[in-house]
């Protein structure tokens, strides 16, 4: 193992969600990898979707929770530029084993790390308040 893959492996969790014997490929690199990368950019995706509202001057901040909730999703999966800048970042986290595997299937894969992605700014969506400048 490289000193990248050692420093990447060392500063995220081990698994986050469950693997059974019945797991698919797709779900176990999604919980030994994905899972574990996104809890750790964390931080990162919250100042980029800031960053995305901001430079697009749309008025996300006084909208209703629920067209909030929508336009996080629309955002990621119709803008295609945004959606490949978080892409990078998780992909950025990976190891060296982690990405050979990935692009084994790497069509699916993006479809699972877009979906928890969606899910994870959903779920905080308190914290993509405006912040002063």
């Not at 193992?1 to 698994?15: G, T």
């Not at 574990?36 to 008025?59: E, G, M």
């Not at 959903?122 to 002063?132: F, G, I, S, T, Y």
């Amino acid at each position: 193992m490289s000193p990248r893959d050692i420093a990447i492996s060392s500063i995220r969790e081990e698994l986050l969600g469950s693997i059974h014997p019945q797991s698919s490929a797709e779900e176990i690199f999604q919980n030994k990898t994905i899972r574990p990368i996104l809890k750790f950019q964390n931080d990162i995706f919250i100042a980029s979707f800031r960053n995305y509202v901001n430079k697009h001057k749309t008025d996300f901040y006084s909208l209703s929770i629920e067209k909030k909730l929508l336009f996080i999703e629309n955002a990621i999966q119709k803008d295609i530029k945004f959606r490949n800048a978080l892409k990078g970042m998780v992909i950025a986290m990976f190891t060296i084993e982690e990405f050979e595997e990935y692009i084994k299937n790497s069509s699916n894969l993006n479809k699972r790390m877009m979906n928890l992605l969606i899910e994870r700014l959903k779920d905080q969506v308190q914290l993509l308040e405006e912040k002063a400048v």
